[in-house]
């Protein structure tokens, strides 16, 4: 094996690893949130420097790949693919410290619990975890195929993100005690939102690395029939 099959193979692995580190920072923080379990809550926040040093670990060798091997074609795609996606996953684990801290900082959290059930935050929180896990079979496997699956899942992400802020609104009205608890509500679904929005993000850098296709900015038939 090339020396630089080796070096694109240990990349490979590097941002599976830190995948998987996402993943369970997620499937904690989803925990912690709809239990209120305060001290899983901590440990998604302690896990958070291992996030950030696994981008500056994986930055790093993307930029000494280029540098000492000059990529082209596919490979070049590879590592530029490579270094975007691994700056969206920290993003992602960013997010997942975001909601374990609402679990410890926001007043009242627990006996909210039955308010957040009704909002279907579960629900959303199972969306983008499979987006996510799509999103990683489909680098392992090099299937593109997936990418419909991701982008039909991102719009429901989005119906109940809408959905729930409804929700909402009718809660603040019946309950108006209640309204500082439901704005701050309002920033953790925007957070499990754009979640879906880096999921979606990081598709269409595998189609980018994959196909040579650039989906960024491209407009649905739909989007431009509303114009």
Not at 133 to 155: Q, R, S, Y
Not at 166 to 190: F, G, M, W
Request: one cysteine or more; a negative charge.
């Amino acid at each position: 094996m090339k020396h630089t099959e080796t070096e694109l193979l240990e990349l490979k692995k590097a941002i599976s690893d830190m995948w998987r580190l996402v993943q369970s920072q997620l499937e904690k923080a989803n925990t912690a949130l709809l239990t209120g379990d305060e001290e899983l809550a901590r440990v998604v926040m302690s896990r958070e420097k291992r996030v950030n040093a696994f981008e500056l670990k994986i930055d790093s060798d993307c930029e000494n790949y280029i540098a000492l091997y000059s990529p082209v074609a596919i490979d070049l795609r590879f590592v530029l693919s490579v270094l975007k996606i691994n700056k969206t996953l920290e993003r992602i684990g960013d997010f997942a410290d975001g909601i374990a801290r609402f679990v410890l900082e926001i007043d009242g959290h627990n006996q909210h619990l039955e308010l957040l059930k009704s909002l279907k935050i579960e629900d959303m929180f199972c969306c983008v975890q499979e987006m996510l896990e799509k999103d990683k079979l489909a680098l392992e496997e090099e299937n593109t195929a997936l990418a419909g699956i991701v982008f039909t899942i991102d719009t429901k992400v989005d119906d109940c993100y809408a959905d729930a802020l409804q929700s909402l609104a009718k809660h603040i009205t019946a309950h108006p005690e209640d309204v500082l608890y439901c704005l701050n509500v309002v920033t953790l679904l925007r957070k499990i939102e754009r979640i879906g929005d880096h999921c979606n993000n990081i598709m269409e850098e595998l189609v980018f690395y994959l196909d040579a296709k650039v989906l960024k900015h491209q407009k649905t038939t739909q989007d431009k029939d509303t114009e």
